[in-house]
């Protein structure tokens, strides 16, 4: 099973902002078009959606496919603009198999359009140490949450991190750029 980067933009942030992490499903041809719709972004959604359930309640698929099509499936639902909805796929999936980096992610996600900001850090800290794939997208989207907690020197970290792991990455360069350091003198 592997892993790839929907993107979906959380226009209550900033314009893609959050990049959610879809999962692959090789499975049934329903799973796989559940995640297909997940990787390919809001145009298939209502298909999408249709197929997740339809793949769901088939039931013959492994624990970890289940998780994952819960995952897209949440995916799925972000998109529609359905984020209580999504975050139930997120808690399902995360029930079924609490080691999936990628449902800790996109939860979180999910928290931070919601500006539950706190939970949204905890959730990218999970994924983070859960190694999630794409840890880049966690470090950023955790910048944001912290950012939105006034705590701007971790945030500032964080989006040095996920331009050091994502080199040229336009998201979090445009987020330093707002940032002044300035020296503070040390009482002695």
Known sequence: MRFLISLAALAIIAPASAAAQSTIILGTSQAR??????????????????????????????????????VNM???????????????????ALGIQPQLAEAWLNRGIAYLGQRQYAAAEADFTR???????????????RALSLDARERYTDAYADFQ???????????????LERYQVV????NG
């Open 33 to 70: 078009g559940c995640y297909e719709a997940a990787l390919g972004g809001a145009s298939g959604a209502a298909n999408g959606l249709a197929r997740c359930e339809t793949a769901l309640a088939e039931g013959a698929m492994s624990r970890r496919d289940r998780a994952a099509t819960e």
């Open 74 to 92: 949440g995916i799925l639902l972000m998109q529609a603009g359905r984020t209580e909805e999504a975050l139930a796929a997120y808690d399902r």
């Open 127 to 141: 994924s983070l140490e859960l190694n999630v794939r794409e840890a880049h997208k966690a470090y950023y989207n």
């Open 161 to 175: 991190q996920a331009l050091q792991l994502a080199p040229g990455w336009d998201l979090p360069l445009r987020e």
């Open 183 to 186: 020296r503070q003198p040390v």
